[in-house]
């Protein structure tokens, strides 16, 4: 059962069980925000006071269940009492100019830490955003405002269109109709009233709605892009863009519908149409509601659409590129938290770290192979880390390994690689203009041009796709090793007295099954076109479903990684009492915090699941990225 938490102006996705109780759910609760804020452990800092029922108030009881009192997709109010004792100095580095910088200035990486001394707005401008502020701006914690140079750059561009306007000149997008009927000149007292069709025609899309999170990715992408000054959007419309932000007013905006060219016309369509208090809108107070009545409660007013500016709302990738960027950020997370689990499997397999000498991989150097290597080296048998298992097979006859552990810093490298690849193609579509027709002040003209077009994100995330499968591909096959007493000395599928017990037999099948599936989805979605809008978009990127399909695999490669790092920790149990290196004994003992030693057969879904949150939560590479060697590739 799924369930979406708001604690201290965060939220949280939570499955349960519906059998749990209230009471159980606080502590996963704490433990998912501590981890988000950089409170872990969050153990007295935090003290629940109270949950409540969002949409209608009510007070709910600890010791009834979930199914009692809640239903699929409902939303939870935590009310949180915090330590005064508990001050959590902020990573960030914050400008006092038009660019509010997000990124963290230590080197902390992807973790962060938050106090209440957050600047309350994040100015944007459409030239700075980063992947990783994407991904943060998601979470609702933020504020956005304008920089006063983006300002100025929307009101010279809406000039020109009201210049447009005065001249009673015919342009495309202005005064007359769209795609086939682009010849078709509009009267001047229709004009409102073709912004407004255009945008309840074009909501057409079907399928589950975005998250929240996707929601506000979008809106925030949406609001960049004009911020550029070179759509013609009047500055009233774009600033009830960013109120309905701020207010976390999100319209339903179904996750289908796009071919990608000209745009995400759909999505954004319905992204416009609940801000003209049209539809269904979703709010944190209210869960999904009338439009027009989230709108009212929050102090917003509807859109009222001028000339060009339905159009300018709705032409661009911005759905492709922040679905995109939510895939690429878990394909990073994945890559690196990959190659511990590699390691670990890789010294409970008795395999050597020989593969990984510099010299070898600097002899292919390829900035993602050395990166992998120098992963494995700083977490297997050294000088510094000693491993008895690795010691206690030094001598013994094997000459190489198998490709599973040998070639591991060259399978992870690519992808890590193509994650870098990927991460620049999206920061530049992120911080770019996709409108047509484009307003170019300064030359006073207005273009026709072809920048809607998807084909550069939808391409790059059909790539990632081909890419990060690979994770899960070459780990399915260490899982094989480590249940398959032919190719290692631990007992067949990891349990004692096999036959009675079937120990990991079917986690192995669960594994190769998501792997399969992988395969058949990563068949580029980008090489399909179907001409669409009677011949005149004749050719469509169809990113839209590179996007969807992209989440599905990163999700399950998430899940058969977890699966290995599971296998891995229960094959050790049999090799004690040996000990592995000290930064895969931290390994270890994270994932026995979540999941115990398996003795007999017991439901094993629940383990699969507490380890993947250990992945998703970016845990399993926290508990060892202190003895991680500095990077020296640049």
């Known amino acids: ?263 995400d016309l759909a999505p954004l369509a319905h992204l416009a149409l609940g801000l003209m208090g049209e539809g269904k809108m979703w709010s944190p107070e209210t869960g999904w509601g009338d439009a027009g009545a989230i709108l009212k409660k929050n102090g917003l007013s509807p859109l009222k659409l001028g000339p060009k500016e339905g159009l300018a709302l709705i032409n661009g990738t911005q759905l492709i590129t922040a679905l995109g960027v939510e895939g690429l950020e878990r394909a990073d997370a994945i890559c ?76 992870h490298g690519i992808v890590n690689d193509t994650v870098d690849f990927v991460r620049k193609i999206l920061t530049t579509e992120m911080n770019s203009a996709t409108d047509n027709p484009m307003i170019f002040a300064d030359r006073g003209e207005i273009i026709s041009g072809g920048n809607f077009h998807g084909e550069y994100p939808a391409k790059v995330l059909d790539y990632l796709a081909i890419a990060v499968h690979e994770i899960g591909s070459i780990s399915e096959r260490r899982i094989e090793r480590l249940i398959n007493p032919a190719y290692s000395d631990l007992p067949a599928f990891l349990t004692k007295n096999g036959g009675l017990n079937s120990g990991f037999m079917i986690a192995h099948c669960t594994a190769a099954a998501l792997v399969s599936e992988n395969k058949v989805m990563c068949h580029p979605s980008s090489v399909d076109s179907l001409p669409t809008s009677a011949g005149t978009e004749d050719h469509v990127s169809m990113g839209g479903f590179a996007a969807r399909k992209l989440l599905k695999i990163v999700e399950n490669v998430e899940q058969v990684i977890a699966i290995e790092l599971v296998a891995a920790c229960q094959a050790l149990e049999f090799l004690r009492p040996l000990r592995t290196t000290k930064p895969l004994e931290a390994v270890y003992s994270l994932v026995r915090s979540v999941v115990n030693a398996w003795d007999m057969d017991r439901l094993m879904a629940p383990d699969l699941e507490a380890s993947a949150e250990l992945i998703k939560d970016g845990r399993v590479w926290d508990s060892v990225r202190n003895y991680i060697e500095p990077e020296t590739i640049k």
Request: charged share 25%; with cysteine.
């Open 1 to 263: 059962m799924k369930l979406w938490v708001q604690i201290q102006e965060e939220w949280l996705a939570l499955s349960c069980a519906p059998n749990q109780t209230i009471r159980s759910l606080e502590r996963e609760i704490l433990r998912r925000y501590g981890k988000k804020k950089g409170l872990d452990p969050v153990s007295g800092r935090l003290e629940i006071s109270r949950i409540l029922k969002s949409r209608c108030g009510t007070l709910l009881n600890p010791d009834d269940t979930v199914e009692s009192v809640l239903d699929e997709n409902d939303i939870i109010a935590v009310e949180c009492r915090p330590a005064a004792r508990d001050v959590v100095k902020s990573s960030f580095s914050y400008q006092t100019g038009d660019h509010m910088n997000l990124s963290p200035s230590s080197s902390d990486g992807d973790k962060y830490m938050e106090t209440n001394i957050l600047p309350s707005d994040i100015y944007l401008d459409g030239n700075n955003l980063t992947t990783s502020d994407l991904m943060r701006l998601g979470t609702g914690r933020y504020k956005i405002k304008l920089t006063e140079a983006a300002s100025a750059g929307v009101t010279r561009a809406r000039q020109v269109v009201e210049d447009v306007m005065r001249s009673n000149k015919v342009v495309y997008g202005i005064n007359t109709g769209f795609g086939k009927f682009a010849r078709t000149v509009i009267d001047k007292e229709n004009l409102e009233k073709l912004q407004e069709n255009l945008i309840r025609s074009h909501c057409a899309g079907v399928g589950d709605p975005l998250t929240p999170e996707q929601t506000r990715r979008l809106l925030v992408l949406r609001i960049n892009v004009l911020a550029k000054g070179f759509s013609g959007i009047s500055l009233t419309i774009l600033n009830q863009y960013i109120d309905a932000f701020n207010a976390s007013c999100l319209p339903w905006i179904p996750e289908k519908g796009t071919v990608g060219a000209s745009g």
């Open 336 to 411: 690196r938290q990959a190659d511990v689990i590699a390691a670990l499997t890789t010294d409970v397999l008795k395999g050597s770290v020989m593969a990984f000498d510099p010299d070898i991989h600097l002899a292919r150097p390829h900035c993602g192979q050395m990166k992998v290597a120098s992963h494995l080296r700083s977490l297997l048998h050294s000088d510094a880390f000693p491993s008895q298992i690795s010691e206690s097979h030094i001598n013994c006859d094997r000459v190489q390994d198998p490709y599973s552990l040998r070639c591991c810093p060259q399978v």
